[in-house]
């Protein structure tokens, strides 16, 4: 499966964005659908994922964002609210078979191209 990330881009302390993972083939009932980001100097780290219809965050982004999927389009969402600067780094959307959720990204065996996302303070 190819996954095409989007929606990256600059925007101020406590605003929004909402990334796009658009992918080439239906995935959803047998994928886990993850997002990660790696910012500068440091390592990649869990975002979030989706899997049979049941979402999961890293702390640092509960309650601020949500993954959802649009079916019909074979597309993942991630949108984001109340964006910190700590939120700066290159998002990634990533897939692995089956319905276990895991958090490290050596799990998820492909992968978009990465999109930057640019919170000021």
């Known amino acids: 499966v190819q996954l095409q990330a989007s929606g990256g881009g600059l925007v101020q302390a406590g605003g929004s964005l909402r990334l796009s993972c658009a992918a080439s083939e239906r995935t959803f009932s047998t994928y886990v659908m993850g997002w990660f980001r790696q910012a500068p100097g440091k390592v990649r780290e869990f975002v979030g994922a989706i899997s049979g219809g049941s979402t999961y965050y890293t702390d640092s982004v509960k309650g601020r964002f949500t993954i959802s999927t649009d079916n019909a389009k074979n597309t993942v969402y991630l949108q984001m609210n109340s964006l910190k600067p700590e939120d700066t780094a290159v998002y990634y959307c990533?897939?692995?078979?089956?319905?276990?959720?895991?958090?490290?990204?050596?799990?998820?065996?492909?992968w978009g191209q990465g999109t930057q996302v640019t919170v000021s303070s």
């Open positions: 990533a897939a692995r078979r089956g319905g276990l959720v895991y958090y490290s990204g050596s799990y998820y065996s492909y």
